[in-house]
């Protein structure tokens, strides 16, 4: 019998973050692994139908009550008891969500197991934002729901650290996220690259694409910009994502300060604009100061850019595998590693494309990511032996 799946998350219908795609690449590749999958999420309070993004999946979405923050779903419990079929294993996406404690109810009175994908939410950066609210939730809610989840996912193995150190005696599977290989043909991606180029009036650009948020590091990456010889040799810095407007209004008056005419702040872009940017940049860089496993960076990687990440940024292995720019997260970290690729030659760059490349084929495909986490989800059933990504404590 086909194993069968509930994934939880959050909103199904925001895009302005990772975990939302990784929840829908997840949920199609589980399915197309010959599993029964079942997404249940919030709505949002203006768009209803059934989320464009999930197509081909079957999804339930409860309405919002209170604070969006919350993640309060007062008609969860219903469409929980309501489910066609009992899952074997439930999975969700985090653990600051209030829904996540509705669900890991339910699912202890039916003797379900569940498994808590944490997306970095346990590294001491994330740690340190919003920390009152965190700790409050621990004492209600987010600790309980760490202790009985039959297992823990972790994206890299420096996560599966930050989770111990946690304090967590949970069994943790390390599995990464998978990525989608960019196959624009040639002709395509040379004119999506040339409208970019024009849209932006630049020669070449550094692009970060990404959440615009205090923890992404773009203050540093702004003050680092004014400081290398690419400021001024004809490339512009672009700046794409969604973000609170007060923050985007604190960006914006340090590029002012800092008197750089050259950065371009680009909102949200999804679909054939964000493969536009991907594939009209000549070097993408993330100045995180935390990330379980910075799927952006992944992306870029995806569409044949050439990346530069901080150390902070986890379980690429960029360095070793020589296919990216890995620098100290800082101001001169980030200064030196941009100057360093401009003394790269175009062959320099084009081959650490090719190990990239190589890199996400052999780590990051997600056939064999979904192959792996329904090994896991056997074995959190009953169903099969314990496999190797599974350590315990």
């Known amino acids: ?62 309405a919002r009550a209170g604070p969006e923050s919350l993640h309060y779903s007062p008609g969860l419990s219903s469409v929980l008891r309501k489910l066609d079929q009992r899952p074997d294993v439930v999975v ?8 996540y404690c509705t669900a890991a109810r339910w699912a202890g009175a039916r003797a379900i197991p569940y498994l808590l994908t944490l997306h970095g939410t346990l590294s001491p950066a994330a740690l340190a934002f919003s920390r009152w609210k965190k700790w409050l939730a621990t004492r209600t809610f987010a600790g309980s729901l760490l202790r009985n989840a039959a297992c823990l996912q972790a994206l890299t193995v420096s996560e599966e650290q930050q989770i111990r150190n946690y304090g967590c005696r949970n069994p943790v599977c390390v ?13 395509r991606r040379q ?10 009036g630049a ?8 959440r615009v948020d205090p923890i992404k590091g773009l203050d540093l990456l702004l003050k680092a910009w004014q400081q290398c010889r690419a400021n001024n040799n004809g490339w512009k810095l672009a700046i794409a994502g969604p973000g609170r407007e007060s923050y985007l209004g604190e960006l914006r008056g340090l590029a002012a300060t800092l008197r750089l005419n050259n950065v ?6 999804y679909g054939e604009q964000k493969r536009a940017a991907f594939l009209g940049a000549d070097c993408f860089v993330l100045p995180s100061r935390s990330e379980a496993l910075p799927m952006a960076a992944l992306e870029a990687m995806a569409h044949r850019a050439p990346v530069l990440v901080t150390d902070a940024c986890s379980g690429l292995d960029l360095v070793r595998e020589r296919a990216g720019i ?18 790269m030659n175009d062959g320099e760059r084009q081959s650490m494309v090719e190990r990239a490349s190589l890199l996400l084929r052999r780590n990051y495909h997600w056939p064999d990511i979904a192959r792996q986490l329904l090994d896991v989800y056997a074995w959190m059933a009953g169903q099969g032996p314990k496999p190797e990504t599974v350590h315990l404590a």
Request: proline share 4%; with cysteine; hydrophobic share 40%.
């Open 92 to 99: 969700m996406n985090g653990v600051w969500v209030t829904n």
């Open 264 to 269: 371009e702040f680009l909102g949200a872009l």
């Open 203 to 210: 020669q070449r650009v550094l692009l970060y694409l990404g």
């Open 326 to 343: 890995e620098v100290p997260c800082s101001v001169d970290g980030l200064q030196n590693g941009l100057d360093r690729f401009l003394d």
């Open 175 to 187: 599995i990464p996220n998978g990525v989608r290989i960019d196959e624009t043909p040639a002709g």
């Open 191 to 200: 004119e999506l690259r040339d409208g970019f180029l024009r849209r932006l």
């Open 1 to 62: 019998m086909p194993l069968s799946i509930l994934i939880v998350t959050g909103s199904l219908y925001q895009r302005s973050n990772g975990v939302h795609w990784s929840v829908i690449e997840t949920a199609g590749h589980l399915q197309s692994e010959g599993a029964r999958v079942v997404v249940i999420g919030e709505k949002d309070s203006c768009l209803q139908g059934h989320p464009e993004d999930y197509a081909g999946l079957s999804t339930h979405a409860c």
